[in-house]
């Protein structure tokens, strides 16, 4: 949403999560709210990107970052918290093969040529079925988020 298209917003999750990683492997222990710190990370990356791609004027991106920073009032983390208990949920009820994929593709941040290597499939075989994950993804996030089963 705030780059305006899917590709740079995996680019820079991607970062945000390369960089979560490469801390918590180095055993930084020195970080309260890991979610929070997370979506820090990813609006300084956003700012970043609007500056450098966008060539946005200074007092615009601050502008930008602002409300980024009121999206991430304490309402809104309670909301997060259980929206991520959800998606917990969620995942929880894929087969193995499919957690596989998605630990491959967002934990981990493989492509998916290096993703269909380590399944033994096609390339596009894995983009196909990485796309039917996140449908049934949604289609439990959509049911959950509306009141659905909590189980």
């Known amino acids: 949403m705030l780059t305006g298209g899917s590709a740079e917003g995996e680019d820079i999750l991607h970062q ?8 918590l492997a180095d055993g930084d222990q ?21 500056r450098e791609k966008r060539k946005l004027p200074q007092d615009l991106t601050d502008r930008l970052y602002e409300l980024a920073e009121k999206a991430d009032s304490v309402p809104n983390r309670l909301i997060q918290a259980e929206s991520a208990e959800k998606l917990r949920r969620c995942l929880d009820q894929l087969a193995p093969a499919a957690r596989r994929f998605v630990a491959a593709r967002y934990e981990h941040g493989l492509p998916i040529h290096k993703i269909a290597d ?29 009141g659905g089963v909590l189980s």
């Open 118 to 146: 380590q399944e033994e499939v096609n390339e596009s075989t894995a983009r196909v079925r990485l796309f039917r994950i996140r449908q049934t993804l949604k289609a439990c996030l959509e049911t959950r988020l509306a």
């Open 30 to 50: 020195g970080i309260d709210d890991l979610a929070r710190w997370l979506r820090g990370v990813v609006r300084n990356l956003v700012r970043a990107w609007w």
């Open 16 to 23: 945000a999560f390369l960089l979560a990683f490469d801390r």
